[in-house]
C-alpha cells in the first residue's frame, strides 16, 4: 500500500477546501425516517435522469484518484470505500446526500461539494460505474474466517440477497449497491452505522432487518459479504508503470 496517500489527500483536501464552504449542518432533531429512501429532489433527481459522460468523468475523477486511487478500489482497511463497478444510481444519491447534507461525511464533502451541477454528478458516476471491481481488497482474515463466513452466508442468503443478489451485484434501478468487491471493515463499519441510527439516508427496510443483529452476526455478515465476486465485473489491477527517464 502506498504510505504517502493519506498525507496527499490531506493535501487536496486543503486545496479543496480553499474553494469549498463548510458541511451542511445537521438538523438537531433529525432522525432516519425524516429522510426518505427514494426522495429525489433537486439536484439528485436531475443527475438521475441524465446520460452520464464517461470522458467528462474521467476529467472530474482527478479530485477523487489521490484518495480512492487510479482504480477507485480505495484502501483494504476500509477507511476509503471501494467505489469501481458501483451503480451510479448509488453514487449520484450518496454524493447529492453528502453535499446536501443528508449523509454525515464532513471528509468526503469538500470534495462532493465543488461539483458544479447535476450533469457532472451524472458524469463522474458514470465513469466510475464503467470501472471494472478490484479483486484485490480487504477480506475477513480472522483465525475463524471459515466459521465466519459459514454463518454470515447463512444470514445473508436468508435477508439480503434479496436486495443486493446472489453475487453482490445489487439493483441498479432500486439503487440498491453493489457489495462485491467491498473492503470488510469498511461493510461492517457502514452496516454498525446503519444499525445504529448514524446513517441518516439509510434504506428504511435495511434499518428494519439489521436492526435486530448484534456485533458477532454483522461481522459474520460482512466477512462473506467481502468474499463475494460478480463474474466478468472483477479484475486485477496493475500498479501504474513507471516513465523511464
Same mark, same amino acid.
Given at each position: 500500500?502506498?504510505?504517502?496517500?493519506?498525507?496527499?489527500?490531506?493535501?487536496?483536501?486543503?486545496?479543496? %477546501?480553499?474553494?469549498?464552504?463548510?458541511?451542511? *449542518?445537521?438538523?438537531?432533531?433529525?432522525?432516519? $425516517?425524516?429522510?426518505?429512501?427514494?426522495?429525489?429532489?433537486?439536484?439528485?433527481?436531475?443527475?438521475?435522469?441524465?446520460?452520464?459522460?464517461?470522458?467528462?468523468?474521467?476529467? =472530474?475523477?482527478?479530485?477523487? &484518484?489521490?484518495?480512492?486511487? +487510479?482504480?477507485?478500489?480505495? %484502501?483494504? @482497511?476500509?477507511?476509503?470505500?471501494?467505489?469501481?463497478?458501483?451503480?451510479?444510481?448509488?453514487?449520484?444519491?450518496?454524493?447529492?446526500?453528502?453535499?446536501?447534507?443528508?449523509?454525515?461525511? *464532513?471528509?468526503?464533502?469538500?470534495?462532493?461539494?465543488?461539483?458544479?451541477?447535476?450533469?457532472?454528478?451524472? @458524469?463522474?458516476?458514470?465513469?466510475?460505474?464503467?470501472?471494472?471491481?478490484?479483486?484485490?481488497?480487504?477480506?475477513?482474515?480472522?483465525?475463524?474466517?471459515?466459521?465466519?463466513?459459514?454463518?454470515?452466508?447463512? %444470514?445473508?442468503?436468508?435477508?439480503? $440477497?434479496?436486495?443486493?443478489?446472489?453475487?453482490?451485484?445489487?439493483?441498479? @434501478?432500486?439503487?440498491? *449497491?453493489? =457489495?462485491?468487491?467491498?473492503?470488510?471493515?469498511?461493510?461492517? $463499519?457502514?452496516?454498525?452505522?446503519?444499525?445504529?441510527?448514524? $446513517? &441518516?439516508?439509510?434504506? +428504511?427496510?435495511?434499518? &428494519?432487518?439489521?436492526?435486530?443483529?448484534?456485533?458477532?452476526? %454483522?461481522?459474520?455478515?460482512?466477512?462473506?459479504?467481502?468474499?463475494?465476486?460478480?463474474?466478468? &465485473?472483477?479484475?486485477?489491477?496493475?500498479?501504474?508503470?513507471?516513465?523511464?527517464?
Amino acid at each position: 500500500m502506498n504510505k504517502r496517500v493519506p498525507g496527499i489527500c490531506l493535501a487536496m483536501l486543503a486545496a479543496v %477546501l480553499a474553494h469549498a464552504g463548510p458541511p451542511v *449542518p445537521r438538523p438537531a432533531g433529525i432522525e432516519v $425516517r425524516d429522510y426518505p429512501w427514494q426522495a429525489s429532489a433537486g439536484e439528485k433527481s436531475a443527475a438521475l435522469e441524465l446520460r452520464g459522460n464517461r470522458k467528462r468523468g474521467q476529467e =472530474i475523477y482527478e479530485l477523487c &484518484r489521490s484518495c480512492h486511487l +487510479p482504480s477507485a478500489g480505495g %484502501l483494504p @482497511d476500509g477507511s476509503i470505500p471501494q467505489l469501481a463497478g458501483q451503480h451510479s444510481s448509488v453514487l449520484i444519491r450518496q454524493m447529492a446526500d453528502i453535499r446536501a447534507g443528508v449523509r454525515d461525511n *464532513p471528509t468526503m464533502y469538500p470534495f462532493a461539494a465543488v461539483l458544479t451541477d447535476p450533469q457532472e454528478l451524472a @458524469d463522474v458516476a458514470a465513469y466510475i460505474e464503467g470501472l471494472c471491481i478490484p479483486v484485490e481488497h480487504g477480506r475477513y482474515e480472522g483465525s475463524d474466517a471459515d466459521r465466519q463466513m459459514a454463518t454470515g452466508k447463512v %444470514l445473508y442468503e436468508k435477508e439480503c $440477497r434479496g436486495c443486493h443478489g446472489a453475487s453482490g451485484e445489487g439493483f441498479r @434501478d432500486k439503487g440498491y *449497491p453493489v =457489495i462485491a468487491g467491498q473492503h470488510y471493515q469498511y461493510l461492517l $463499519r457502514q452496516m454498525t452505522e446503519i444499525r445504529d441510527g448514524k $446513517r &441518516r439516508n439509510a434504506n +428504511p427496510e435495511m434499518v &428494519r432487518i439489521i436492526s435486530k443483529y448484534d456485533n458477532a452476526q %454483522l461481522l459474520a455478515i460482512s466477512a462473506y459479504q467481502s468474499s463475494l465476486r460478480m463474474p466478468g &465485473r472483477m479484475c486485477k489491477t496493475m500498479a501504474p508503470t513507471r516513465k523511464k527517464r
